[in-house]
């Protein structure tokens, strides 16, 4: 079964500095990879997502992620964040031919003036 | 239309009664979703309905019991529930069941049970 980490449960960054989510993820077989936000009091919206091709992936709100096979990793990236990007980002995996998706626990991604 | 739809927003409901969470999307979707998320953590799958049929059951207790009326539609029927099901229920709608696509989701319910 897959099963994503996402190493920093919390991520301190002053506004227009750049940042780094990291998500890692284990599975037997081919997955599909995403990232998905969660603004307070809100569900969650997709940023991106990579099914195959290119392994870097542009997404809305200036973020972008790269996949990495070797290292089974999925890194969210952005050059320049907002106090706007202050939310929970969750890092997601689901293997191919299933319908499940599983999610990591979570970075908050709290952004300082 | 992108939405999906919850209702009500908030819920609280005591140990003995009955009550159901609504969700409805327009999107021409055929895979809708049930997720519970405790606060500070991750969405947990509970159910998967793809084509009206129900197709994945996470052993949740059988004092949620969901219900697809249509393809626009998707109910979760809460029955003696207990204090710790008190948590954030999030519908999700996609494509169809398939793992590559998007899943789109509502606000959620947030529901205490007292």
């Known amino acids: 079964a897959q099963s994503v980490t996402q190493l920093d449960s919390q991520v301190p960054v002053f506004e227009e500095a750049p940042v780094e989510l990291r998500c890692n993820y284990s599975s037997s077989v081919s997955v599909y990879l995403f990232w998905y936000v969660q603004y307070p009091n809100q569900g969650l919206q997709l940023l991106l997502k990579y099914l195959s091709g290119s392994t870097l992936v542009k997404g809305i709100n200036g973020f972008e992620a790269e996949f990495n096979k070797s290292q089974t990793s999925f890194h969210l990236r952005k050059p320049s964040v907002h106090i706007s990007d202050t939310a929970e980002y969750f890092c997601a995996v689901s293997e191919q031919g299933a319908q499940k998706l599983v999610f990591g626990q979570g970075t908050r991604l709290t952004i300082n003036p | 239309d992108t939405e999906v739809t919850q209702t009500p927003k908030h819920l609280v409901m005591g140990m003995t009664n009955k009550k159901s969470l609504k969700c409805e999307q327009h999107m021409g979707h055929r895979a809708m979703y049930w997720y519970k998320q405790k606060a500070k953590k991750p969405p947990e799958l509970m159910f998967v309905?793809?084509?009206?049929?129900?197709?994945i059951n996470e052993s949740v207790p059988s004092r949620f019991s969901p219900e697809c009326p249509n393809s626009s539609l998707l109910n979760l029927h809460l029955h003696a529930l207990q204090p710790e099901d008190s948590a954030l229920y999030l519908c999700a709608s996609s494509q169809d069941g398939g793992g590559y696509n998007e899943q789109f989701f509502g606000p959620g319910t947030r529901l205490t049970v007292l």
């Open positions: 309905y793809s084509y009206e049929k129900l197709s």
